[in-house]
Structure formats: C-alpha cells, structure tokens
C-alpha cells in the first residue's frame, strides 16, 4: 500500500485530496453520502467578521463545461462558526481548513485570531472572491497580498495558505505571500466570467459577473500551478476543473502537493473520495510508495523510465 | 438527517403525456417523502450539473418523474429510451408537512408535478389544476383526489381560465401549491385573507442538491435559506411579503 | 429583412460574423463546404515577414469544451501569401482581414505596409500568439502595443485592427492601442493552458503551454468584451468560445459589433453561416432594422421592452 | 478540387469483430476513393472535435469504418446502436495513388482499416496482416486479395511473429503501408533496401480536417504538410529520414 500522505507545514494531510471552499458547506451535507474522513480535508465556505447573507439569486449559471457562480461570501459569521459549525467538523475526523475573507487587512487578522483555536488545522486566506459588489481583489496586488499575510502572521500561529486568484501577477502575488510566511499557496480561485440572459438582454447576475469554475478552466488553472511550484518553495495546492484522478494527477505532476475539488463535487458527489482511490491506484500500479517521483515530474522530463 | 443515495436506475418508459411534457419511469425501490425531490442526470459532462424533479410517483419497484422540456437538460432526458439508465441523488428536501386537516392541492402547470405524490399520500385532498395549454394527466389525479377541478385556457377538460379562477381557500385548513411566481403570489393573496395556511414549492437553480453550495439560497424572514435543504417547501408567510 | 450590415472603421461587413485567424485557412479550405460570400469576413492565418514551419506535433489537445492549440505561426511568409493566397482570396466575395505578426514593432510596420495592396481591407496586428517559443506577448504590455500600432499607423492607410491577449492589462493595451489611431479592438485570443500527458508525466506540448479556445473560454472572453466595449470608443471585434447564434448574440449585447469564429468552425463547419441565418432570425423576429438596439444593450438595462 | 459533404447517416449496424474493435455500418450513397477518410461524430460537445476515420469499405448505400476504442470519442461511437445517427464530413484526403504495377498492402493492428477499400480496388494486390491479440476479418480480407498472409502475435489464424516479418517487398512495384510508426519505419527500411516505392498512411490530431487550422501538420523533406489535405498517404522517402 502506497504512502498517500503529504506534508503541508506544520500539518501532515492522509491524502491530498480536499474539497474546495464554498463547495462542500462545513462538511455535513455531503456526509450524508460518505465519510469525509476518506479526505484529507474539508476546507469550510468563506467566513466573514459578520454574518453576510450573499447576492440575491440567481447565483448559478451553466455553461460549456463550467460553473459561473455568484453566491457573494453567504456564511453566518465567524461567532456563529465557532459555536455551532466548528464542534461538528471536529467531528468529521479530516483536517479542517477554515477559509476567510475580510473586509481589510485587519479584517482578516482578527479572523486568523479568532480563529486560532482546538480544531482548526490551517486557515485559508481568501483573498480573491470575485464576486462581492463593490469590491476589488486583494489578491491581485502584491502589496496588499503581502499586507494581509503579514498582519496574520502576527496574528496566529497556525498554518496560513494563500488562495489567490487566477488573474493579475499571481506569480508576485505569490511570493508575496511567502515571504510574509504564508505556509502554502492555494491556487486559485474562479476567473471572472459574464453571461447575458438573451431574452432580456441582461447579465444574469445583479453583480454582472461570477466566478466561473469546473473542468473548463482545468487547463488554465494548470497552467498556473505549473508556473507557481516553480515560482516558490512553499506546498502549491492546486484547484480547478478538477473532476476526476487523471485530473488530480495532472495537478501533480504539475507541481502540487495537493489538490481541491470544488465544482468536481456538484458534477458527481462521489468524485472526491474516488479520487482519493484512483491516486492511491495509481502509485501501487506503478509500484511506487510515495508521491515524491511524480511530484513535479512535469519539470524534469516526466515519470522516471517512462516512454 | 435523512439517508440520501446516489444511484442508477434504468428507464422503464418515457411517454410524451403532453407537447413537450413527459413521464419518465425509472425501476428500483426508492423512498420519498411527498414534495421532496431528486437530482437527476443522464449525461458525462455537459450540461455540468444534475437536475432537480420532483418525484411525481412512487410504486413498488418503480419512481416517476414528470418534467416538462425546458432546455439541454430536459431535452437530453426527453430522448431516453426504456433500458437506458439515469443517475439519481435523492430523496432531496423537506417535502410537504403533514395536511392538519382539510387540504387543498392547487398546481399550476408542470407545479402539478409536486402534488401528485402529496394528494396520493395525504387522503381526503381536494385537488385544482391550472394548465396554459391543454391540459395532461387529469384522470391520473382523478383517482386520488377527493375532488377535482380544472382550469385551462381553452376551458378544455374543465373550465376555462386560471387556476386562480377555480380556487378559493375558505373551508380549508391548509393549502400546498407549486406553480409559477406569479400564480403563488396570487393563491397568498387569498389565503393570506381567508386565514388559511399556505405552503409553496418553491424553485431555484441547484448545484450541489444537498444544502452546501449556498446556490439555491432565496432571502425569507428568517434569514437566507437554502431551497435544497430548508425547502422546497416554505409556509408563505416566510417568502412572501405580507 | 432586417439590415445585417456593421461599420468597423472604413469598412462595412455585410454582416457581423467573421471567421478567426488560424481557423479558417485562406478560405479556399471551408469553400469546398460552403460560400464564403455568406459571411462578413474571413480572417487569414497570421502572416509573417518570413515563411515559417510552426511547432512540431502534436499541436492540438482537446480538453473539457475547449480546445489547446500550440500551431506556432506557420505560414508561408507574406511573399507567398501575396503572391498565392490572395489572388484567390480576393475571389472570395467578403472582406478580407490578414492577420500579421512581427517579432519586433518594426516586422509589424513592414508587414502592414507590404499588405497595403488592393484586396486586403484591414490588417488584424495580432498581438497576442502565446505560442512562439521564447516570446512573450507584446500585447500584453500597453506600451508594446502602442508602438506597434503608432508604427503601423505611419506604414499603412488600411483599417488596423489590434488583437489582444485575454490575460494581462488588457484594458490598458487597447486604450493605448485606440490612442495610436488603431480602427478596432479584436478580443480576445487565446488564454494560456497546460496539458500533461499523464502516462507520461511531461506536458503534451513541445513549448509546454498552449493556447486554450473553444466553448470553455466564452464566459471569459465575453467578460472581456463586456469590459472592453466601455473602455474604448472604437468597435470591439468579439472573439472566444462562439459555436451558436445564441453566444453570437451575447457578445453583441455585450457591446461588440462584430464577431469571430474560430474554433466553432471545427466543432461544426457549417457554424459561422448558421450565425448569420440565426442572428438575421433574431432580428426580425423582434422587429427589428439594425443592431442599433441590441448592440450594447447589456450595459443599457437590456433590450427595450424585454421582461 | 474534390466535393467535401457534411451529412447525417444513419447506422444499421456497430458489431464488434474483435474486443475493442468495432465495425460501424451506415446507410447512404457514399464516395471515397481508398485511403481517404471521413470525421465522424455522434455527440454535441464534449468532445469537441470530430475523429477522424478511414472508409473501411463502401458499398452501394452503406459505407463501413472499423475502428478501434481508444478514449472518450470511439468509446462513444462504441455506443452507438442501429437507428442512431452519426455526422460525417468527408471524403477526405488525398487516398492511396493508381497502383503502377503489382502492389503489396501491409497493416498493423487498426492500420488495416485503411487498407480494404484499396484492397478491393485495385484488384490483384498481396495483402499482409499484422495484429497484436488476436487476428480480425481476415476472412473480409482473404476474399479480396490475391494473395494474404496473416501475422500474430500467438500465430493464431496465420504466422506467429510480427508483420514486418512476413512481408518482403521483393517483387512488387509499390507497398503501402498503413499501422504504427515502428512497423512504418521497419517496412521503409525494407523497401528503401529492396528500391520499391513505399507510400504511407499518416495520423495525426486533427481539428477541422480540412486543411484550414494546420493543426495535423507533419515536417516533410519538401516542407511542412498537412496530413488532412496533403496526406495522409505520403511518399516514404518524404516523411521519413533516408
Ligand atoms: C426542487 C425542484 C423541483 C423541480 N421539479 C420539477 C418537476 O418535477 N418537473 C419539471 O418539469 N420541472 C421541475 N423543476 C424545474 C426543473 O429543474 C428545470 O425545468 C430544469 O432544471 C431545466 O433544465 P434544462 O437543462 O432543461 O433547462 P436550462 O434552462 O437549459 O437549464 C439551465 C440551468 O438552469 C436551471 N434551471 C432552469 N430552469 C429552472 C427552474 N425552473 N428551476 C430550477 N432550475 C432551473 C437548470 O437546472 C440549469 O442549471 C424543479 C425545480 C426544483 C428546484
Ligand atoms: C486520417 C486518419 C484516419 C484514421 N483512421 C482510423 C481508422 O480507420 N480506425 C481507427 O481505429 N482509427 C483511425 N484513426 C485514429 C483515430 O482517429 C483515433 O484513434 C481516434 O481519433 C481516437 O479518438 P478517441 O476520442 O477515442 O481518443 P482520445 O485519445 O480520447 O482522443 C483525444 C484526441 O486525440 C486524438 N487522437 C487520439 N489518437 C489519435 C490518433 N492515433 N490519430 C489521430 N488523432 C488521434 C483524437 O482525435 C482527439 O482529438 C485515424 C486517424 C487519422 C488521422
Ligand atoms: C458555489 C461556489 C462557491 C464558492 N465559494 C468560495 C468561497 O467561499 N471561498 C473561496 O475561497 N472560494 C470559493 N469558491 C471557489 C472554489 O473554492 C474553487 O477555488 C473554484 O471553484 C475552482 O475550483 P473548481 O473548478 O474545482 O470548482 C467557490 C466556488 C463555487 C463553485
Ligand atoms: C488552431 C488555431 C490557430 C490559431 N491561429 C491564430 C493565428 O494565427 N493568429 C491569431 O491571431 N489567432 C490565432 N488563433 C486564435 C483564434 O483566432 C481565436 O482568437 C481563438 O481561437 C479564440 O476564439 P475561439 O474560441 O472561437 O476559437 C488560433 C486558434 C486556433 C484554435
Ligand atoms: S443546491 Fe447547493 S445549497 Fe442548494
Ligand atoms: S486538421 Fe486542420 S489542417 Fe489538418
């Protein structure tokens, strides 16, 4: 049996395979279909300081191979988290990674702060949720990148991964955040995306745009965790369009210590537990106990001794 | 929490009941509550997601749905034949409350979908349809309902007009329809005057189908609520302005 | 009838929808299963000063509703097209566009001014190839497209029009290009993916990326030009992801005046004639004369009088 | 310039001769000179692209591809049942050339597809086979050739060994070979030695098929050709280093 785990910082996950932020809930609702102690982790949707109740629908959209969405950070507050959602995913017997998103740098200081308690493995710093009104995308900048990992770097001790956005110097952005201490780099989130409802001639979102996701932005979302694990030390946990082990392993190859299914989870809700299973066949079929030949294997000429 | 599956089952018919309506039966022994509801594909990966339907009928070792064709998704389940499979994540929802008494089904258009399963279920319904067109499974709901009227545009298999027309809450203790927005505001209207409780099936685009993706959120009074796990059902008075 | 026709600079199209560079040959190709004078235009290959090879095989990888694309620039040099191409394409019976690209400014300037024949009606400066190997993108930089446009501009009386990345300062680029006197803003090309051939571990492209185009890119490209059409005040030339009257449509009420197809034509050969019947079904359906009302439409709260 | 059509057909039969190997019958008038090939689909959109295949034989009102399932499109082709339809654009290619006295035909594995047409066409050919598993219709082919002989892997309905090993081109005025690169490169070396011409059937991705989007692309002595258009049948000494 093939070694499947990875280290991520000061946490060591039992696979490397997550589910996304803002797919997956706090974890109960899928647990209804299986026991996401299967995963190495759950990572929760968006939390905020205060309760937000999100953009009004629709906040879906479909389109060729992909997901606009355009939920808008709904997530009952971080009090409410901690005292109701957190117990529970204590429970789910996962590593659990709380993803926030802040009004402004201190914002997500406070959150980290807050947040630093029994039960909670890592925080995920969302610094590229495309879709609240009004705002822009903190993580687009490297200036502000590094100002809200700095802030909480300070602020807790526990492991910090950036999430960054698909679009502007991601590879700044990212180093950015490494250099403020960020443990590893979640990349990325959605693209930002538009769809016109014909019959009327309108965008079909009040906040015009979404973040689109799902097996049509695989390629990109490649792309850039190729480019990343070059750009910087730290672990690149790789996310989008991902549906499928062949997928997963893509992003491994690429580069990625792990990798997160989001959209993946809506197209079959069994997909990340069997990707969990086609990994792991993957290694024993080629006879290897570790993911440290293929890792990366992308940069240096491919699997070792294949044609 | 309710147990909910992920299953294939194999189509046993898919007849046109209407232009563009259709009742797909599917084999297996499945569970649901009335007014719940099932994810359905039969496609890889495009469209993307599942679709919602409400289960319309339960037999032993059968299920049905009855959907109209409204685009790829419905048009792709239009073209099963019996042996093909569908891919089946359910029971979803809330469904319908138990009636406290005197009970009034009113279903507007492909609404009726949700009701079937509610008059069977729940003995001693009065049931109204409206449809816009002519109207289809009448003498399915015949069976089951205490009593019956239609409503359609023509006036055909009933009177003629709308659902609205046809319907008046007094003497009922409680009202359940599904219907377009406009119709359910409408029936509010009038049960909201005749004191009578009203609860509505209510739509919304779905991704996950299972209460995480916060995609299917509409605002009530009490606060954003997931139409896939707090609904499909919600008393009036929650997402309705009074 | 309803009147299809667009201006773009000194140009009128006899109908919005062209066929994109790279996808359509010199138009002899697709002649063989239509009428090219169906259309509003054809779009050549790009043209460079030189004959080039382009990339060793493979060149294309068919991902989740979209197509990567590593061709790299082959064509027969503008002698050769001047000389065999043209002659035929002038027989076509639609606008021609030839799309150019230089690896300096001044290659550019050359270029349009050799094209600066009877016969080519615009020039497409095709800023934006991401599959040169060791070449960046000019287009991705607003002052690298400023010079290229303000050289061309002194090289050629013809329409310019500037065809830019879907990645970068966009926005920047073509204000800068509109500010050097280019007549129209193409957008986008293709955005940068990866594929790895997992049996393999290596990516299936000699030059690593590739361009991704196809349905999968329409949310994006559609964002893009929804952008766009607010930015500059000279038409914008939709292009990503049309396969359908329908996406035609959006990118129209997303303000473009004009569209291209360029991978849709694989996924149906018929598809750019499709577009023209359906939009022209559109119209007069709806009763209308022009694009007047739809183009833009999006940014105006819809069309007049739709629910 | 030949007619290229985009039609619908309809299948009338999808058999497997062997495991994985499908033979996919279609009804229509159909004209294809050997060696060319059609794109075929039978989805909307995922995948993309059409694929493309050889006419395997053509006969008045049916046209016939054998095919092998390699990944998402011929598994899908695989699906196909008698009624359904598929699109197909084509003939194109340029196909194999007028024999110019005797010919040899030698494929590998799926390469035979391209080689049955040509078989039955220029009457008077020796044809040699080779398959990795077990053999397929080499009773469709012993009925057209003039002379066949049969290589496998086990030695199963012929000669054990590979099909480079049964074939020499002593005596003939030309081959033409179609089947994986290896055994090409093999047979050219043959040839070249024994000065017989060698025409090849290349593969590459295609995207339009046509000639338009230079995406099939191979590097020749005489510059880079496509192979949709300019092939896929080359001259040996063309495509491959003397
Ligand atoms: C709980 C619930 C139960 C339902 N039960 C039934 C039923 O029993 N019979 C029936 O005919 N219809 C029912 N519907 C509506 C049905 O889900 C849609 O008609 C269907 O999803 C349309 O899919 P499409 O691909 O054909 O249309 P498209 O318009 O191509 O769909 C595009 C997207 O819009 C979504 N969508 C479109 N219309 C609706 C809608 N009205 N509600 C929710 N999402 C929509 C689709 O799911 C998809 O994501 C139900 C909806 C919900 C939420
Ligand atoms: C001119 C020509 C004629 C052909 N004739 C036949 C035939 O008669 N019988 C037969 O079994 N096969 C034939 N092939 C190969 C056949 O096209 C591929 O096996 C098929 O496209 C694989 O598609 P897929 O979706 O199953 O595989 P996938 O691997 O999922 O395909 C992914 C992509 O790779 C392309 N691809 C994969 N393998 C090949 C290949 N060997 N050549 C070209 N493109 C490939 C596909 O077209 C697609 O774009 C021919 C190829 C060419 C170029
Ligand atoms: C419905 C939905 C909600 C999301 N909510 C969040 C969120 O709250 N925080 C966040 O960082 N990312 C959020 N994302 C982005 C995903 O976590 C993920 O980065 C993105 O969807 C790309 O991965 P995928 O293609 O596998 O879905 C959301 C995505 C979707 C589809
Ligand atoms: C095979 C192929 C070749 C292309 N070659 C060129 C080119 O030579 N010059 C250019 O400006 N764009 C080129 N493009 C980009 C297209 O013109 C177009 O901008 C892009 O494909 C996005 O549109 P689509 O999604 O409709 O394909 C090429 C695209 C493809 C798929
Ligand atoms: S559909 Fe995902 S929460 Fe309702
Ligand atoms: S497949 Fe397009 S040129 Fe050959």
Redesign the interface.
């Known amino acids: 049996m093939p070694d499947l785990s990875v280290r991520i910082g000061s946490l060591t996950l039992k696979n490397p395979v997550l589910v996304a932020s ?4 706090f974890g ?3 647990a ?2 299986y026991d996401p102690s299967r995963l190495g982790g759950v990572v929760t ?1 968006a939390i905020t300081l205060e309760p937000r ?2 953009n ?14 355009s ?1 808008g950070l ?1 997530n009952p507050g971080v009090e409410a988290f901690l005292r109701e959602e957190l117990p529970r995913m204590r429970a789910l017997g996962t590593a659990v990674v709380v993803n926030v998103w802040g009004e402004t740098p201190e914002e997500y200081a406070e959150l980290a702060q807050r947040l630093s308690v029994p039960g909670v493995d890592a925080i995920e710093l969302n610094l590229s949720c495309p879709n609240v009104p009004g705002k822009g995308l903190i993580g687009s900048s490297p200036a502000g990148t590094a100002r809200v990992v700095r802030l909480c770097r300070r602020a807790t001790g526990l492991d910090l991964w950036a999430k960054l956005p698909p ?1 502007g110097d991601v590879l700044a952005a990212a180093r950015a955040a490494e250099g403020e201490g960020a443990t590893a780099i979640s990349a990325a989130n959605t ?6 409802d ?6 079909v979102f009040a906040n ?3 973040g ?1 996701s ?7 979302a ?2 850039l965790v ?1 480019e990343l694990s070059r750009a910087v030390r730290i672990p690149v946990i790789g996310i989008g ?1 991902i ?1 499928g082990w ?1 997928d997963a ?2 992003f491994i ?2 580069g990625a210590h792990a990798v997160q299914v989001g ?1 993946g ?3 079959d ?2 997909c990340a537990p069997k990707l969990v299973r086609g990994l792991e066949k993957f290694l024993a079929e080629r006879g290897m106990e570790s993911w440290e030949e ?1 890792r990366g ?2 940069h240096r ?3 070792p001794g ?2 | 929490m309710d147990a909910v599956a992920l299953r294939w089952a194999v189509v046993r018919g898919n007849a046109e009941v209407a232009p563009g309506v259709f009742l797909l039966r599917a084999e297996g022994a499945f569970r649901a509550r009335p007014g719940q509801f099932y994810m359905v594909r039969a496609w890889e990966r495009d469209p993307l997601l599942f679709r919602p339907l409400s289960a319309f009928d339960l037999s032993p070792g059968e299920i049905s749905f009855l959907y109209g064709v409204r685009g790829r998704g419905t048009r792709l389940l239009s073209r099963l034949s019996p042996g093909e499979e569908l891919e089946l994540l359910g029971p979803l929802g809330n469904g319908w409350p138990e009636p406290p008494g005197r009970l009034a089904l009113v279903g507007g258009g492909l609404g009726i979908a949700a009701l079937y399963l509610a008059a069977k279920a729940f003995g001693g319904a009065d049931v109204y349809l409206g449809f816009p067109g002519r109207p289809f499974l009448v003498e399915a709901f015949r069976e089951v309902a205490a009593g019956l009227r239609v409503a359609s545009e023509s006036g055909e298999g009933g009177e003629r007009g709308l659902v609205t027309d046809i319907f008046s809450p007094e003497g009922y203790d409680a009202c359940y329809a599904c219907g377009p927005r406009p119709m359910l505001a409408a029936i509010w209207e009038a049960c909201r005057r005749a004191g009578v409780a009203l609860f509505v099936s209510l739509e919304e685009r779905m991704a996950c189908g299972l209460g995480a993706c916060l995609g299917c959120t509409v605002f009530t009074k009490d606060g954003p609520k997931r139409v896939c796990r707090d609904g499909p059902v919600f008393r009036a008075e929650e997402v309705f302005d009074a």
């Open positions: 803002g797919t997956f809930g109960a609702d899928y209804r279909l949707k109740r999100g009004p629908p629709p906040r879906l959209w479909e389109t060729p191979c992909g997901l606009l969405n939920i709904e679009e693209f930002r995306g538009l769809a016109i014909i019959r009327t001639g309108r965008p015009v745009t979404g689109l799902g097996p049509a932005i695989k390629p990109l490649l792309r190729y369009g549906a062949e392993l893509e190859m690429a959209t989870n809506f197209i809700p069994l293929v294997c992308a000429g491919g699997i294949a044609a």
